[in-house]
């Protein structure tokens, strides 16, 4: 079992930055990737980046390519996405994402969530 509570969102102004939390704790974290997903009102849950509590490497969606920046700290058991240069189409909520792999056999749990609101 893993739990995971998102912090961080709020509103910005276009251009604007932040920077979403997610603290993870339970057995075995490190065999589980990381992921921030995003889902807009009418729109399905979309990936927007990943990495490894064990080796990083960083996956990134083409549409948050060169503006956001995911990382860990290990010591916390802590994801951050640090978003730069936001748009309103960036305007979602935003979701951590604990998954054993890639499969749709996974085993994976979801934070509640956090408001991102852009405005132009």
């Known amino acids: 079992q893993v739990q995971l509570v998102e912090s961080g969102g709020g509103l910005v102004q276009a251009g604007g930055s932040l920077r979403l939390s997610c603290a993870a704790s339970?057995?075995?974290?490190?065999?589980?990737?990381m992921g921030w997903f995003r889902q807009a009102p009418g729109m399905e849950r979309e990936f927007v980046a990943s990495?490894?509590?064990?080796?990083?490497?960083?996956r990134y969606a083409d549409s948050v390519k060169g503006r956001f920046t995911i990382s860990r700290d290990n010591g916390k058991n802590t994801v951050y996405l640090q978003m730069n240069n936001l748009q309103p189409a960036d305007t979602a909520v935003y979701y951590c994402k604990a998954f054993t792999s890639w499969s749709v056999e996974s085993t994976y749990y979801w934070g509640q969530g956090t408001q991102v609101t852009v405005s132009s």
């Open positions: 339970g057995r075995a974290l490190s065999a589980y990737l």
């Open positions: 990495i490894s509590w064990s080796s990083g490497s960083p």
